[in-house]
T-cell receptor
């Protein structure tokens, strides 16, 4: 099993450009998450999904959109990138919330100039 | 909403010394608590978790943590540090649909 994979691994955008990050999991997990990691701030939840066709806002959702059209995929979109969105983005999945651990992808390093 | 505070953004120990990484949480409901480790340029991996069974939880690589409700703490320990333990460690608190992470503690192990 590949677990959780993320595409791409690195990306450089200019301010105002758009892009989509793809997360895929092969563990048949119901829940999927998108986080951003910034120095000294830990991981902050952007959006999450508790099942196919559902999405919800996390702690820092502004400037991002998500879609979960298929159970195994969770897409994160940036419609108009800003330098403040320079970060490392992690996708994770879990069978459920609460006591279940989350399985993380390797991350995408995004730089917005 | 729940939250996590990790005391000390950087901890440095000598190889063979005790490792103690501190975590305090705040939660309005009984929490589920986790410790994750992140090696350079990788995602997070689970070290251990507390889910209301035993208060002393043993994890991988010789780490353990004790849940203390009266102190709202979930500190991570390892009796003897190894060079391979150098990494960043994150404490997290979870309820049904929400997991909150601490800011992380970077552990350095000196030879």
């Amino acid at each position: 099993n590949a677990g959780v994979t993320q595409t791409p691994k690195f990306r450089v955008l200019k301010t105002g450009q758009s892009m989509t990050l793809l997360c895929a999991q092969d563990m048949n997990h119901e829940y999927m998450y998108w986080y951003r990691q910034d120095p000294g701030m830990g991981l902050r939840l952007i959006h999450y999904s508790v099942g196919e066709g559902t999405t919800a806002k996390g702690e820092v959702p502004d400037g991002y959109n998500v879609s979960r059209l298929k159970k195994q995929n969770f897409l994160l979109g940036l419609e108009s990138a800003a330098p403040s969105q320079t970060s490392v983005y992690f996708c994770a999945s879990s069978p459920r919330g609460g006591p279940y651990e989350q399985y993380f992808g390797p991350g995408t390093r995004l730089t917005v100039t | 909403a729940q939250s996590v505070t990790q005391l000390g953004s950087h901890v440095s120990v000598s190889e063979g010394a005790l490792v103690l990484l501190r975590c305090n949480y705040s939660s309005s409901v009984p929490p589920y608590l986790f410790w994750y480790v992140q090696y350079p340029n990788q995602g997070l991996q689970l070290l251990l978790k507390y889910t209301s069974a035993a208060t002393l939880v043993k994890g991988i690589n010789g780490f353990e943590a004790e849940f203390k409700k009266s102190e709202t703490s979930f500190h991570l320990t390892k009796p003897s540090a190894h060079m391979s333990d150098a990494a960043e460690y994150f404490c997290a608190v979870s309820t049904l649909n929400d997991m909150r992470f601490g800011a992380g503690t970077r552990l350095t192990v000196k030879p």
